[in-house]
């Protein structure tokens, strides 16, 4: 069966470091993979988004790479800050046209001052 | 302006009511999508609709049933609605083809069932 992992446990760093999260798939053939931030009461908001023949994509502070042969996506956030505190959520869109972005558990970011 | 607005914010009903849930977009987009959300924080891909074809998640209950009066718009309908549909219920937009598939989410409705 299709499944999408990302680690459920929080991540706890210190402002200023990097912060990097994992999402990892099985079964998929994603044609895009995509990161968004949900904050508490909040709906997802988009972050960035990497196709299936890109290897990194960056926007700012953010970085993502996505191995299609591991089946593993990382995001990363440099100079983390408490505002960054919030929950990442991957999203797969599989190819074949429909693009229905189906989302991983997300995992907790807290960034400590 | 909001760009994905849903209503109401916060739904408490009894069990075995009918209630509905709206959802508007400004986007112009073509796709409209609903989500749930559970206590574990996973957010499942319930519907996705555009102007000319409804794909249903098969894990949906057929208590649950999008309705779109224009382009702009898709409700949700729930009917007897059970305990275990308590969750927060999430509409999104998007205009998958052009390359960029970013989905736009409305703030969530937070419906208890009692």
């Known amino acids: 069966s299709q499944k999408i992992e990302q680690n459920s446990e929080a991540l706890n760093i210190q402002e200023g470091k990097t912060a990097t999260l994992t999402c990892n798939y099985t079964?998929?053939?994603?044609?895009?993979l995509q990161w968004y931030r949900q904050d508490p009461g909040r709906g997802p908001v988009f972050l960035l988004l990497?196709?299936?023949?890109?290897k990194e994509k960056r926007k700012e502070r953010l970085k993502v790479t996505f191995d299609t042969t591991l089946k593993q996506s990382l995001f990363h956030i440099t100079a983390s800050q408490p505002a960054d505190s919030a929950t990442y959520l991957c999203a797969l869109l599989a190819s074949g046209g429909s693009y229905i972005p189906t989302f991983g558990r997300g995992t907790s970011l807290i960034v400590h001052p | 302006d909001t760009a994905v607005s849903q209503t109401p914010k916060y739904l408490v009903t009894q069990m075995g009511n009918d209630k509905s849930i709206k959802c508007e977009q400004n986007?112009?987009?073509?796709?409209m999508y609903w989500y749930k959300q559970d206590s574990k924080k996973f957010l499942k891909i319930m519907f996705s609709?555009?102007?000319?074809?409804?794909?249903i998640n098969e894990t949906v209950p057929n208590r649950f049933s999008p309705k779109s009066p224009d382009k702009a718009h898709l409700n949700l309908h729930i009917n007897s609605l059970e305990l275990g549909d308590s969750a927060v219920y999430f509409c999104?937009?998007?205009?998958?083809?052009?390359?960029?598939?970013?989905?736009?989410f409305g703030q969530g409705t937070r419906l208890t069932v009692v």
């Open positions: 999104a937009s998007s205009q998958p083809g052009q390359g960029n598939t970013e989905a736009f």
């Open positions: 079964n998929y053939s994603p044609a895009y």
């Open positions: 990497i196709r299936e023949n890109e």
């Open positions: 609709y555009n102007n000319k074809e409804l794909i």
């Open positions: 986007l112009g987009h073509d796709t």
